[in-house]
C-alpha cells in the first residue's frame, strides 16, 4: 500500500537520518576518553522566553531568544540552527515545550545522545500529523524498524511537549503527558540496542527536504524544502531531572553497559523517591516512573545484573559516522546511511 511504502521510506531514512549523528569526540567503546561533564543537581529548567539560552550551548547557526522562546530559524540552504547541553544526564526525565517549523520538508527534532552513539529521538516534520520516536544502540543502523509514528495535532501552530523519560528499565516517549510509546530494555534486542549510556541533549532544526538530499531522505522529510520564506521553530522551555546527579561520568570500561558507568561526586544525598518531582513524574501517568527512577539510579551503582552483563558481552564494538546527521544542509543523509551500513 501506499501509506507502507512511504512509511518504510520514512522508516529507512529517519534511521539513516537520525543515526548519522554529530562527531563523537571520542568514542567510549574504542579508547579511553575524559569523563563527561554531568548535571550535578536533580533538576535543571530552562525557561527560553526569559532571554537566557542557560546552560545550552549553539553548535551550529545562530539561535536566538524571544517571546515565544528560543528561536531556530532555516532562511537559506545549509542552515541548521543548533543547541545541546552543557552537561549529560544518566537517566531522567526530559521536557521539551516546542512549536515545530512550518514549511515543507524541515524537520524539527531533539534527541538524547551519549558518545558511543546511543540516541533517542523526537523528530517533527509538519507535512501532516505524524511524528516520529526513535531510538539506536551504540550506532548500530543495521535496523531499520525502530522509528514508530505518533500522531500530533498541529505541530507547527500549536506548542506541545515532548517527553522522554528513560530509565535502566524502559524508555518512554510522552506527547503532552501522555505515554504514545514504550521500549523495555529486553526489547531492544536484549538490551544490547537499548541506550543505557550518559546523554546530552540536542534541540535543531534541520532541511531534510533540501534538493541535495537523497530521494528518499526529501520524500521522508515531506518534500522539498522551498527556501523562499525563513522558517523557524520556537522552543518555549525544556525541563530536565536528571536521575543520577553528578558531576562527572566515566566509562569503566569498553562495554558501554549502564553498569559500566561510574558516576563521580553523585549526589546520594538526593532521595529520588522523596524529592519532590510528582509534578513531572506524574504528568507521565506511569505509576512506575518513580519506583523506575529509583532502580535506575540504584542499579547505576550497584553491581551488574544477568541480562546486563548478558547485554554487555554481546555489544559489538561500532565506530561513529561522523558526518552530522543535521547534514548541515549539504551532508547527504544516505551517505550517511551506507557508511553505516559498510561498517558491518
Ligand atoms: C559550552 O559553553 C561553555 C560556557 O560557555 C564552555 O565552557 C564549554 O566548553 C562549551 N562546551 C562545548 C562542548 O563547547
Ligand atoms: C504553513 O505553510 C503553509 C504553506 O506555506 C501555509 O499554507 C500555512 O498557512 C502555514 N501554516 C501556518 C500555521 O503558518
Ligand atoms: C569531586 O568533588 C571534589 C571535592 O569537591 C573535587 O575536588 C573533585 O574535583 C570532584 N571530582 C570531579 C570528577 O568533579
Ligand atoms: C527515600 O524516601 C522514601 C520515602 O520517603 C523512604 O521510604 C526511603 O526509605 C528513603 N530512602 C533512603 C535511602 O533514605
Ligand atoms: C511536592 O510538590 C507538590 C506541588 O508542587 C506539593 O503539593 C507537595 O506537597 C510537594 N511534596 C513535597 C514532599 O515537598
Ligand atoms: C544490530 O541490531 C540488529 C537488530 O536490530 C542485530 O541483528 C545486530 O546483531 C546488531 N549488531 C550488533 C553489532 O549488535
Known amino acids: ?5 512511504s512509511y518504510q521510506w520514512a522508516t529507512l531514512a529517519l534511521a539513516a537520518t ?16 575524559s569523563a563527561d561533564t554531568g548535571l550535578s543537581q536533580y533538576r535543571y529548567n530552562t525557561d527560553f522566553t526569559s532571554g537566557s539560552l542557560g546552560r545550552w550551548n549553539t553548535t551550529a547557526g545562530t539561535v536566538t531568544t524571544t517571546d515565544l522562546g528560543a528561536k531556530f530559524t532555516i532562511s537559506e540552504q545549509g542552515d541548521a540552527p543548533t543547541i545541546e547541553s552543557e552537561f549529560y544526564i544518566f537517566f531522567g526525565h526530559v521536557d521539551v515545550k516546542m512549536r515545530a517549523a512550518n514549511g515543507t ?3 524539527s527534532t531533539w534527541i538524547l545522545e551519549s558518545d558511543d552513539l546511543d540516541e533517542i529521538d523526537w523528530q517533527i516534520s509538519t507535512w501532516d500529523t505524524e511524528v516520529q520516536t526513535d531510538y539506536f544502540g551504540k550506532g548500530n543502523t543495521t535496523s531499520y524498524d525502530r522509528g514508530t509514528t505518533v500522531t500530533v495535532s498541529t505541530p507547527e501552530e500549536t506548542f506541545h511537549t515532548y517527553s522522554i523519560d528513560w530509565t535502566s528499565e524502559r524508555i518512554e516517549w510522552l506527547l503532552d503527558g501522555e505515554v504514545v510509546r514504550t521500549l523495555e530494555y529486553a526489547d531492544a534486542l536484549s538490551g544490547a540496542n537499548y541506550p543505557q549510556t550518559p546523554m546530552r541533549i540536542r534541540i535543531g532544526i534541520w532541511a531534510g527536504g533540501d534538493p ?7 520524500e521522508w522529510a515531506g518534500g522539498e524544502t522551498d527556501y523562499s520564506t525563513p522558517m523557524s521553530m520556537y522552543v518555549e522551555s525544556v525541563d530536565i531531572i536528571n536521575y543520577t546527579p553528578a558531576s562527572a561520568y566515566k566509562y569503566t570500561d569498553k562495554t558501554g553497559a549502564y553498569t559500566s558507568i561510574k558516576a563521580t561526586n553523585g549526589t546520594t ?19 512506575s516512573s518513580a519506583r523506575a527512577s529509583s532502580s535506575a539510579y540504584a542499579s547505576s551503582s550497584a553491581s551488574a545484573s544477568a541480562s546486563a552483563s548478558a547485554a554487555a558481552s554481546s555489544i559489538g564494538v ?27
Not at 212 to 218: A, L, R, V
Not at 269 to 287: D, E, R
Not at 323 to 333: N, R
Request: aromatic share 6%; net charge positive; with cysteine.
Open 105 to 107: 520538508g524541515v524537520v
Open 269 to 287: 544525598a538526593t532521595n529520588l523517591s522523596s524529592s519532590n518531582s510528582s509534578s513531572i513524574v506524574a504528568s507521565s501517568k506511569s505509576s
Open 212 to 218: 541535495d538530499n537523497s530521494e528518499g531522505t526529501i
Open 318 to 344: 561500532v565506530s561513529a559516522a561522523s558526518a552530522s546527521y543535521y547534514c548541515s544542509g549539504l551532508t547527504i543523509a544516505m551517505v550517511s546511511f551506507i557508511v553505516g551500513m559498510a561498517q558491518f
Open 1 to 5: 500500500m501506499v501509506f507502507n511504502s
Open 18 to 33: 537520525a543515526v548519522a549523528q554529530t562527531t563523537t569526540s571520542c568514542n567510549p567503546l574504542k579508547k579511553t576518553c
